[in-house]
């Protein structure tokens, strides 16, 4: 029984776990705070500082994701954590931030965009998870996500944001557009369109160095204009949805012309 258990035992099986193992679920819970610190300032009207807490949840979301394979430390309590986190994150949060800037000046349209937004991110995070038990997608189908990934759809409805934080409310498109526009973040993450993914990929050895000088750029683009490097780089991911769905559509032809070879040459 539960009640008659050795404590030294327990206290022994606690001891064997390694504080390393806790680092991917602590990047997490980080992450987390982030996030519902993004609705604290949100409610004070702090719309810069709401944002730029949403950006610092989603670097602690890559981070805890690399961290755990590298670590080899991933689990499924890890993995059930990281969805949760997500769906607060770049679902319920960006969309109550927009709703407290603008979209509750639009009365129920508002709050309509503000549920399909949120819905649509559990949905996707759903189909996610669902989608890595799945092993019969092929190898080279790993480079693509299917639809927009939660955090970059949080970036595409949030651009709206960012765009006014920078040049000011000149640029602030009505509240009915607003409501719209979220919506259709929202539909971007639960559509069958195929997105690029950096996961599965890799690069010539030529290529690293430009690559790593982009990186520095984009770092000091972040530090020194932090909103103009965010709404370029959204408008750039908004960019790539047809590209990575032409690239997705010319590897799925190659793929199927490469398997109908040998039968041909069988017959």
């Avoid at 995070?125 to 092929?138: I, K, S, V």
């Avoid at 960019?239 to 032409?246: C, K, N, T």
Wanted: with cysteine; proline share 7%.
């Amino acid at each position: 029984m539960v009640g008659n258990a050795d404590p030294q035992v327990t206290a022994a099986k606690l001891k064997n776990v390694p504080i390393i193992r806790l680092l991917p679920n602590m990047l997490t819970i980080l992450a987390l705070c982030s996030g519902l610190t993004a609705m604290r300032y949100a409610f004070d009207g702090h719309w810069a500082h709401a944002a730029l807490a949403i950006v610092v949840a989603s670097l602690f979301d890559i981070l805890d994701g690399r961290v755990a394979r590298v670590l080899g430390v991933t689990s499924k309590f890890g993995a059930e954590l990281d969805s949760l986190a997500d769906l607060t994150n770049f679902g319920v949060v960006p969309a109550l931030v927009l709703y407290l800037w603008e979209l509750r000046e639009t009365d129920s349209l508002g709050w309509i965009g503000v549920l399909v937004y949120v819905v649509c991110t559990a949905t996707r995070l759903a189909r996610f998870n669902t989608m890595l038990e799945d092993q019969n997608a092929p190898a080279w189908a790993r480079c693509y996500f299917i639809g927009v990934p939660s955090p970059a759809g949080a970036a595409i409805a949030l651009l709206p944001l960012f765009l006014v934080i920078r040049f000011g409310p000149d640029i602030q498109m009505p509240p009915i557009f607003l409501a719209l526009w979220i919506i259709a973040a929202g539909l971007l993450m639960v559509t069958r369109l195929p997105t690029l993914s950096m996961k599965g990929r890799s690069i010539p050895p030529v290529w690293v160095a430009p690559i790593m000088a982009v990186a520095c750029l984009l770092v000091a683009a972040l530090i020194t204009d932090p909103f103009l490097a965010l709404s370029v780089l959204a408008i750039a991911y908004i960019i790539s949805v047809p590209y990575g769905f032409y690239c997705y559509q010319r590897r799925e032809q190659l793929e199927n012309s490469r398997e109908e070879q040998p039968a041909q040459i069988d017959s």
